[in-house]
């Protein structure tokens, strides 16, 4: 199985502040990483996948990067309804989620 | 819209089954591979089994190969999973999701919680 190790584990910003969470594969994962975001009680919702492809009608604050074996979402100024955690999944090989980060605002 | 709509969940005691179903609409069913996907409790997401456009092909996690099976019905633009055998370990919430290519689970339902107890 393909491995997936998620940082930091939580973070807390400031309102319009530039956050980023990393996403390490155990091996080369050619571009195939999604993120989603889940907020308190609710179901996950995907904001990017194939590492940098914005999913419609998510907020252009959000960016993704990456190749190989590393890879970030960014978060171009937090805003309060960004609160929630973060999860990135490979799909190279049988899916395997990260732990996910937990953001606050701060 | 697309909609999926998770229901069967509910206490059951270790060993037995379960089957949950979801319904989806708002999309062509027979268009996407569909798949379940699990939350433990506090932890994070998990994926549990998917389903080719036809189901003539499944796949699995290795923790519940041979007791979980992922079904579908085109007909009634369904998803199902049977499982069996059930343990401590498999009580999450389960969720049903839309897959695109490379394993990208796009749309989600709202769950359906599922607690193995005695």
């Known amino acids: 199985d393909i491995q997936m190790t998620q940082s930091p584990p939580s973070l807390s910003a400031s309102l319009g502040e530039t956050v980023s969470i990393e996403c390490r594969a155990s091996e080369d994962i050619y571009s195939n990483l999604a993120w989603y975001q889940q907020k308190s009680g609710k179901s996950p919702q995907l904001l990017i996948y194939y590492a940098s492809s914005l999913q419609d009608g998510v907020p252009s604050r959000f960016s993704g990067s990456g190749s190989g074996t590393q890879y970030s979402l960014k978060i171009s100024g937090m805003q309060p309804e960004d609160e929630g955690v973060y999860y990135c999944?490979?799909?190279?090989?049988?899916?395997?989620f990260g732990a996910g980060t937990k953001l606050e605002l701060k | 819209e697309v909609q999926l709509v998770e229901s069967g969940g509910g206490l059951v005691q270790p060993g037995r089954s379960l089957k949950l179903s979801c319904a989806a609409s708002?999309?062509?069913?027979?268009?996407?591979?569909m798949a379940w996907v699990r939350q433990a409790p506090t932890k994070g997401l998990e994926w549990v089994a998917s389903i080719s456009y036809d189901g003539g092909s499944t796949y699995y996690r290795d923790s519940v190969k041979g007791r979980f099976t992922i079904s579908r019905d085109n007909a009634k633009s369904s998803l199902y999973l049977q499982m069996d055998s059930l343990r401590s370990e498999d009580t999450a919430t389960y969720y049903c999701?839309?897959?695109?290519?490379?394993?990208?689970?796009?749309?989600w339902g709202q769950g359906a919680s599922v607690t193995v107890s005695s």
């Open positions: 708002g999309f062509t069913f027979s268009d996407y591979y």
């Open positions: 999944l490979q799909g190279s090989k049988y899916p395997t």
């Open positions: 999701t839309t897959e695109s290519p490379q394993w990208v689970m796009d749309a």
